[in-house]
Structure formats: structure tokens, C-alpha cells
């Protein structure tokens, strides 16, 4: 069975700081996909990135950063010198191949702090 | 703007009103998609569909009617609600390759639903 756990519920940092948000998931295929989006306080989610299975390269864009570890079955990602802006909820999500879902984790509410 | 569109934005009805909210796209998607975001829970899917088709629906109750007239639309009917049903509805779309959701779903910004 697929599932997506998001441990840390709720994260509150100060400005500028590093922030690192968590993501696990499960999965009995060998091919799969990995996503995370935000939602901020309008309510609408927002795609961040898709990640396959067959590329555990890290990818950075901006402050942004995701580390892909297949070993430990994470997807995690990073906020680099945070704003204030980036206060949202954030959800990591997996789809299967043969699936028309997502699975998404619960989500963790983000606090930036001015 | 994402491209995906949903009226209203806010609805607030009674337990015997019949209402309808709507999803529009204008990605040329093929796939659609009904959530139920709850307060202090996970964001639970609804229904899919998948050119014009209904492939899923996930164990929601008959109070809820889905209707997808062509690949950019889908509605979802409301009647007989209850106070439970009041949650955030999002609506969204992707473009999926054979088997799957190879893509990403793009989001409309919701409709905020009050069931009285």
C-alpha cells in the first residue's frame, strides 16, 4: 500500500534561517513518482516539482533544494535563507505507475517569522 | 493564475439546498479531479476523471454527484449536505500518460463550502 508521511505537523523559524521539511514514503512498485506542492493562505496548491524513481540526482532551484534518498525512502526538502513568503503548508505526495492518484501526506504548516 | 478555474469561490447553502460547483481548464488536460480539503485533516480525493470517464470514486457519498461534459469541465452537484460537508473543494487537472499520473496536477484556488 502507498503512503506519504509528513512527521513534522507544524515548523516555525525565524527569517533567513535554513528550514528543512520532511517527507517518507511507502511503496511496493519499483516505479514511481514523488511531488510536492505549497499551499498558501489563498487555499490554491501550487507544484513545486515531480521527481521519478530512476533519478535520485538532488535538484536545486533558487532557495529551493529536494534530496531524494531511495535507501531510506525519503523526499525532503529545503528552504534556503527562508522568507516570509514562504509561509504555507507544504505536501509531499506519490503517485504509481497504473494509478490515477496522488497520495498526499497531511502536510506541514510552515511559520516564518519576521 | 494556473489555468484552472473554479466558481464560486464561496458558497455558503442550507441542508436541503441543491447547488453545483464548477471547474473549468484551460490547459488542455485530459484528466480531472475533485479533493475534499477538511480542517486538521489530510486532503481526501474525491473523484477522478479521465477523458470524460469516471475511473475513481472514492467511497463518497451519493450526496455527491460528479458530471465532466467534455475534458475541460467537471461540476460536482451538491444536495442534501450536512454540516460536515463544509470543507474547502479543490479541483484539478493533469495530463496523464499511459497508466498513470505521469504529470503533475495543477490546482484551481477552491471553493469554500459552509453546509448550514
Known amino acids: 500500500a502507498q503512503k506519504v508521511t509528513q512527521a513534522q505537523t507544524e515548523i516555525s523559524v525565524v527569517e533567513k534561517e535554513d528550514v528543512t521539511l520532511d517527507c517518507v514514503y511507502e511503496?511496493?512498485?519499483?516505479?514511481?513518482?514523488l511531488f510536492w506542492y505549497k499551499q498558501p493562505p489563498s487555499g490554491e496548491l501550487v507544484f513545486l516539482i515531480r521527481?521519478?524513481?530512476?533519478?535520485?540526482q538532488n535538484e536545486i532551484s533558487g532557495r529551493y533544494s529536494w534530496n531524494f534518498q531511495k535507501s531510506t525512502s525519503s523526499f525532503n526538502f529545503t528552504i534556503t535563507a527562508s522568507q516570509v513568503v514562504d509561509s504555507a503548508v507544504y505536501f509531499c505526495?506519490?503517485?504509481?505507475?497504473?494509478?490515477?492518484?496522488?497520495?498526499f501526506g497531511k502536510g506541514t504548516r510552515l511559520h516564518i517569522l519576521p | 493564475e494556473t489555468g484552472v478555474t473554479q466558481t464560486p469561490r464561496h458558497l455558503v447553502m442550507g441542508m436541503t439546498n441543491k447547488k453545483s460547483l464548477k471547474c473549468e481548464q484551460h490547459?488542455?488536460?485530459?484528466?480531472m479531479y475533485w479533493y475534499k480539503q477538511s480542517a486538521k485533516k489530510p486532503l481526501e480525493l474525491m473523484f477522478v476523471?479521465?477523458?470524460?470517464?469516471?475511473?475513481e470514486n472514492n467511497s463518497v457519498p451519493s450526496r455527491f454527484s460528479p458530471e465532466c461534459p467534455n475534458s475541460s469541465h467537471l461540476f460536482l452537484h451538491l444536495h442534501t449536505l450536512q454540516p460536515e460537508d463544509s470543507a474547502l473543494y479543490l479541483c484539478?487537472?493533469?495530463?496523464?500518460?499511459?497508466?498513470?499520473?505521469?504529470?503533475?496536477?495543477?490546482f484551481g484556488p477552491g471553493t469554500r463550502l459552509t453546509v448550514l
Open positions: 484539478a487537472s493533469s495530463r496523464p500518460g499511459a497508466g498513470g499520473p505521469y504529470n503533475e496536477q495543477f
Open positions: 511503496t511496493r512498485d519499483t516505479t514511481y513518482y
Open positions: 521527481r521519478n524513481s530512476f533519478d535520485e
Open positions: 505526495a506519490l503517485s504509481e505507475v497504473g494509478d490515477d492518484k496522488i497520495i
Open positions: 490547459l488542455g488536460h485530459n484528466a
Open positions: 476523471y479521465n477523458f470524460k470517464e469516471q475511473t
